[in-house]
């Protein structure tokens, strides 16, 4: 009886990898894999040691949004979360950024930069304007791409433990895959500026109090929160929740370009090779910090 | 507000419980990177507990440095 209050199912049929026959196939790849069951897609994220994000991850990231672009007009939500304990996602690969640009000059470093950077910027733009609803669940670290990840989210849902940063001013950079723009659409410039010029890092009540987080929940419990939540939007009409979130939820690309470019003017200095070298190499417990 | 020594002791039992060490093992003036044997990821959730527990906010920046009990509990006073 609850159960049909809340509007769930005794039957949920889970497709997984292989959608059926009128939707596209999944990906089942090392860095992730997703599910489409009663309406709700859910992409887990199982890159060890914490979803960093490289070029294997990218391209299976391209693959979901190809598929998610023939899943979503009989979607109503999707849940991003993470499988791993450390966390969500600690951002990009620093490793294979370094190793990468110490076997390319620097023209072709840079170029290999922005195309990387555009691509990711073309999955996270179809994630952030999806005609669905789409819910981060969050643990753990959530630092520099991964926070961008749970930017392009309409909904943050995060465990009493994560935390969220911007450490990239330490590298000589700052965010590249559209964690600026995003963050002042939806928050003051002043939190942009707390974040991004001290590089500290946010615990999920101080994110809620921003205004960045929906819900905090006990560690453990995102993931059952998003899927909670994602059982009331099943009751919503899809066509209203797409018109409603084109409405609130404009894509800065303006601004998202200017990102881009600012970030490969950037990657030139030698202060970048240098930062990137100190973080491959550290030691330190909080290597993040500058 | 608690006094410093209570904020000390509050550390100790925290960090005895979450890292599953028994409380004895742990001195104010322990470095608590070797004692707790702690990498950068579990100095995170170290520092996420902390201000949970305390209800504080403790920029990163203001640990760096910091590697003993004694003077941890210094910096949560602070802020209480």
Same mark, same amino acid.
């Given at each position: 009886m609850l159960g049909e209050m809340l509007g769930t199912t005794k039957d949920t049929k889970v497709r997984e990898g292989k959608l059926e026959s009128k939707l596209v196939s999944g990906c089942g790849g090392s860095a992730l894999s997703w599910t489409l069951a009663e309406g709700v897609i859910e992409l887990a994220l199982h890159r060890a040691p914490c979803n960093e994000l490289g070029s294997a991850s990218l391209e299976e990231l391209e693959k979901f949004a190809s598929a998610l672009e023939s899943?979503?007009?009989?979607?109503?939500?999707?849940?991003?979360?993470?499988?791993?304990?450390?966390?969500?996602? %600690?951002? =990009?690969?620093?490793?294979?950024?370094?190793?990468?640009?110490?076997?390319?000059?620097?023209?072709?470093?840079? /170029?290999?930069?922005r195309d990387f950077l555009e691509r990711i910027h073309r999955v996270l733009n179809l994630i952030d304007a999806a005609p669905l609803t789409t819910i981060a669940a969050v643990h753990g670290v959530t630092f520099?791409?991964?926070f961008e990840l749970a930017l392009a989210c309409d909904l943050i849902i995060a465990d009493k433990?994560?935390?969220?940063c911007f450490?990239?001013?330490?590298?000589?950079?700052i965010p590249g895959f559209g964690g600026i723009p995003r963050l002042k659409r939806d928050l003051?410039?002043?939190?942009?500026?707390?974040?991004?010029?001290?590089?500290?890092?946010?615990?999920?009540?101080?994110?809620?109090?921003?205004?960045?987080?929906?819900?905090?929940?006990?560690?453990g419990e995102a993931l059952r929160a998003a899927r %909670?939540? =994602?059982t009331q939007l099943r009751k919503f009409d899809r066509a209203t929740v797409a018109t409603a979130k084109k409405f609130i /939820?404009?894509?800065?690309?303006?601004?998202?370009?200017?990102?881009?470019?600012?970030?490969?003017?950037?990657?030139?200095?030698?202060?970048v090779q240098a930062g990137l070298r100190k973080f491959v190499e550290s030691t330190d417990a909080q290597p993040y910090l500058p | 507000m608690p006094t410093a020594e209570q904020t000390l002791d509050e550390i100790l039992n925290l960090a005895a419980a979450h890292f599953r060490v028994p409380r004895e093992k742990?001195?104010?003036?322990?470095?608590?990177?070797?004692?707790?044997?702690?990498?950068?990821?579990?100095?995170?959730?170290?520092?996420?507990?902390?201000?949970?527990?305390?209800?504080?906010?403790?920029?990163?920046?203001?640990?760096?440095?910091?590697?003993?009990?004694?003077?941890?509990?210094?910096?949560?006073?602070?802020?209480?």
């Open positions: 899943m979503q007009a009989e979607t109503h939500a999707l849940i991003i979360y993470s499988k791993l304990k450390p966390g969500f996602c %600690a951002g =990009a690969d620093l490793r294979e950024l370094y190793q990468q640009s110490q076997t390319m000059d620097k023209a072709e470093a840079v /170029k290999g930069v520099g791409g991964g433990m994560a935390r969220f450490p990239e001013l330490r590298l000589g950079l003051g410039n002043a939190v942009v500026r707390d974040l991004l010029l001290t590089g500290r890092s946010f615990n999920a009540t101080k994110a809620q109090q921003i205004g960045l987080v929906s819900q905090v929940v006990g560690e %909670a939540m =994602a /939820k404009p894509i800065p690309h303006e601004e998202l370009r200017q990102e881009i470019d600012i970030f490969c003017e950037l990657f030139t200095r030698p202060a | 742990l001195a104010p003036d322990d470095d608590f990177f070797k004692t707790l044997g702690l990498d950068s990821l579990q100095t995170l959730d170290l520092l996420t507990k902390l201000e949970n527990h305390f209800r504080v906010e403790l920029p990163d920046y203001e640990l760096q440095g910091v590697s003993d009990f004694r003077t941890l509990a210094g910096k949560i006073q602070a802020r209480l």
